[in-house]
């Protein structure tokens, strides 16, 4: 079964800072890939996904993420944050014909105004 | 379209209770999953369906029952409630077509605490 790492537990950030969250998975075919996140109270919602195309996926909220499958990351960016991005991020990973995701640990982002 | 629905919100148990954690969808989606949400652990499947009548095991499916007999509805039952399940669940639901199964939709969550 494949398995998802994500490298931060809690990152702790000042607005206007600049945001990249580590994700790795370990399967060898290929895959599907989602960052997922979850505002404080709230339930999941999708940031991004990527299935195949240009590696450097753009999604909501001016945030992106740059699939290596050479190094099975798929690490989420954001140039400058806010305090409203304040929450738990998920990276997920299904592989392509599998319809079941595996999800990392998930990383919580506090953002100080 | 309300999306992926769930009741209760928030539900306290005793231990050996037993209990149905209601989810409706209604964006005609063939797939639907149980998970819970514990801190630091991410999500966990519990239990999956591709369609009414058609229900599968996940990672953690020990203590927990589930039956899909519409493809809107997918009930998770809790026999015997048991501290350990105190968790978040969350309900979700995708579409799988010919090619590759699509984003998750998840509902809002059940939090539920088992003393």
């Known amino acids: 079964a494949q398995s998802v790492s994500q490298h931060n537990h809690h990152v702790i950030l000042s607005e206007a800072a600049s945001l990249e969250l580590g994700c790795n998975y370990s399967?060898?075919?290929?895959?599907?890939l989602f960052w997922y996140v979850q505002y404080p109270g709230q339930h999941l919602q999708l940031l991004l996904k990527y299935f195949s195309g240009d590696p450097l996926v753009k999604g909501i909220k001016g945030f992106e993420a740059e699939f290596i499958k050479s190094k099975f990351s798929f690490n989420l960016r954001k140039p400058s944050v806010q305090w409203s991005d304040t929450a738990e991020y998920f990276c997920a990973v299904i592989p392509i014909n599998d319809y079941k995701l595996s999800f990392g640990a998930g990383t919580t982002v506090t953002v100080r105004a | 379209n309300a999306g992926v629905t769930q009741t209760p919100k928030f539900r306290i148990l005793k231990i050996g209770q037993s209990m149905t954690l209601q989810c409706t969808q209604d964006?005609?989606?063939?797939?639907m999953y149980w998970y819970r949400q514990d801190p630091g652990m991410g999500l966990k499947l519990i239990y999956y369906?591709?369609?009414?009548?058609?229900?599968d095991k996940g990672e953690v499916p020990n203590g927990y029952n589930v039956s899909r007999s519409t493809t809107e509805d997918f009930p998770l039952r809790l026999e015997l409630a048991a501290p350990s399940q105190t968790s978040v669940y969350f309900c979700?639901?995708?579409?799988f077509g010919t090619g590759e199964i699509d984003e998750q939709f998840f509902g809002p969550g059940t939090r539920l605490t088992v003393l």
């Open positions: 399967y060898g075919g290929t895959v599907n």
């Open positions: 369906s591709v369609g009414a009548g058609i229900t």
């Open positions: 979700a639901s995708s579409f």
């Open positions: 964006m005609n989606h063939n797939y």
